[in-house]
């Protein structure tokens, strides 16, 4: 194994951390989501710090699979793209930001307490959760 080959496993190894790290997300936060509508004030408050906290862990996890990503690509496959696939799977990480970003611009109104809001970040969670199936599935097909 050369060094390029050693570092590309340690990259993907990376890859996966993340991609579990950041994939808690879409399980944990529909269930907060659900708890925040009925909760008391001060319930909504940990509840949010909650969510908060999830939430960096996730766009760290985001952005590390974005960078161990191009490189493995680039140890790895050469820049060379497998198949149709791996565009399919970036159309899901475009998604999956847009979602992303739609979420955050949520997160005031949701400290707040806005039901509106919640409902609307909610259903923005579960989208990048669809996007994140889809890069998921789109991944194995493209690299096996
Ligand atoms: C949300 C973002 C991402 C998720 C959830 C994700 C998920 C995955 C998964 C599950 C695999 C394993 C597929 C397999 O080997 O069967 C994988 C592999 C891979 N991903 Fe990602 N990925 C993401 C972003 C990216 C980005 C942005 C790139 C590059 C531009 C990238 C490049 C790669 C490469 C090159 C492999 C293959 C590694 C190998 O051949 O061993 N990924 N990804």
Redesign the pocket.
């Known amino acids: 194994m050369d060094i390029a080959a050693i570092l590309a496993v340690l990259l993907?190894f990376v890859?996966?951390v993340a991609?579990v790290a950041?994939?808690s997300n879409s399980v944990v936060m529909p269930i907060i989501a659900g708890k925040m509508v009925q909760a008391s004030p001060e319930v909504r408050g940990e509840l949010l710090d909650f969510a908060k906290r999830l939430a960096r862990v996730g766009k760290y996890s985001?952005i590390a699979?974005?960078v161990t990503?191009?490189l493995?690509?680039w140890l790895?496959?050469n820049f060379v793209i497998p198949n149709a696939w791996f565009w399919v799977?970036?159309a899901g990480?475009v998604a999956?930001l847009v979602f992303i970003g739609l979420n955050e611009s949520m997160a005031k109104r949701v400290a707040a307490g806005d039901a509106e809001a919640v409902q609307r970040s909610d259903l923005f969670g579960r989208l990048t959760g669809a996007a994140?199936l889809v890069?998921?599935l789109s991944?194995?097909l493209a690299?096996?």
Do not use: D, E, P, S
């Open positions: 993907f890859h996966i991609f950041g994939g985001m699979l974005i990503g191009v493995v690509l790895k496959w799977k970036m990480v999956m994140f890069v998921i991944a194995v690299f096996n």
